[in-house]
């Protein structure tokens, strides 16, 4: 949904459209040097009894609301359904925790990754390791910009975006509009804003778009994907910056992979229909 591209991939094995633990800045965005553990030394720290934890006996995790699809469901985190939260349990079950052990609160995306102590273990809401992910344009049926078919016919667009996401760094560096982008709290906020025709288009991750345009948006399209360049798209866990719990979720998220359950996670849930891609 939000493309955010304020936290650094730390060093576990590059992983496209799939969990990828980061570290959060203090102050600013820093690359996170370190190694990655043996099996053997990460496997002695990374027992339930030894995890660094802000609630002893919990997994404590943060995310944004509304949680909308493809990412959860029903705005419900605590259900196992919708991308981030199956990955969410997933991570959870490899470090030992029952689903009833894991705790979900509230973390608003600019609150995420604000200097200071956290409230959480990580925060996991869409946050993107590189900014390759690729967006989407919605447009209203019927809006002056309804037909327009790539970037140029964009420059003249009122666009809006959640402020501090990938997704705003779209409209100000790939389309460059002359109006000044609309910055938004939240998706939902931005989605308001287009039902009530105050922007005339909203740009965020391209699966959330199919999400929005078909259950959330009446008399809405999804104009066009921007082209796709560079690396794959990585997700990430945002944690406290220097936490060593970062090590064992690595581990975890590392399982995941090999053993399959995280590309199937990835098939079950984020498995897009095309989309027209703007020139």
């Known amino acids: 949904m939000h493309g955010r591209a304020r936290v650094l991939s730390t060093l576990v094995a590059a992983l496209c459209l799939g969990g990828l633990a980061a570290c959060a800045p203090a102050d600013k965005a820093e690359p996170q040097s370190q190694a990655t553990p043996s099996s053997s030394a990460a496997g002695n720290q990374c027992t339930k009894d030894k995890l660094h934890l802000y609630a002893s006996g919990k997994l404590t995790i943060g995310t944004d609301k509304p949680a909308f699809e493809p990412w959860f469901k029903d705005d419900n985190p605590t259900n196992g359904l919708g991308f981030e939260s199956a990955v969410a349990y997933a991570v959870a079950k490899q470090l030992g925790f029952d689903k009833s052990d894991v705790a979900w609160t509230t973390v608003p995306f600019n609150s995420s990754y604000a200097p200071g102590s956290k409230k959480f273990d990580f925060d996991v809401n869409q946050i993107s390791i590189t900014d390759a992910r690729k967006k989407a344009v919605i447009v209203l049926n019927?809006?002056?910009?309804?037909?327009a078919d790539s970037v140029a016919a964009l420059k003249g667009a009122k666009l809006g975006a959640q402020v501090g996401t990938t997704s705003l760094d779209a409209i100000t560096q790939v389309i460059a509009p002359t109006t000044q982008p609309a910055v938004f709290n939240d998706t939902n906020d931005a989605k308001n804003a287009l039902q009530n025709k105050q922007v005339d288009g909203m740009v965020t991750d391209t699966p959330t778009a199919f999400?929005?345009?078909?259950?959330?948006?009446?008399n809405s399209k999804i104009l066009g994907q921007f082209p796709a360049k560079g690396a794959s798209e990585q997700f990430g866990l945002l944690f406290q910056k220097g936490n060593p719990l970062v090590s064992c979720v690595n581990q975890a998220i590392g399982a995941l992979k090999s053993n399959g359950q995280l590309q199937q996670l990835t098939q079950q849930y984020l498995a897009e229909a095309g989309a027209p891609e703007l020139k």
Request: proline share 0%; aromatic share 14%.
């Open 142 to 147: 019927g809006s002056k910009f309804a037909n």
């Open 211 to 218: 999400y929005l345009t078909a259950a959330e948006i009446d």
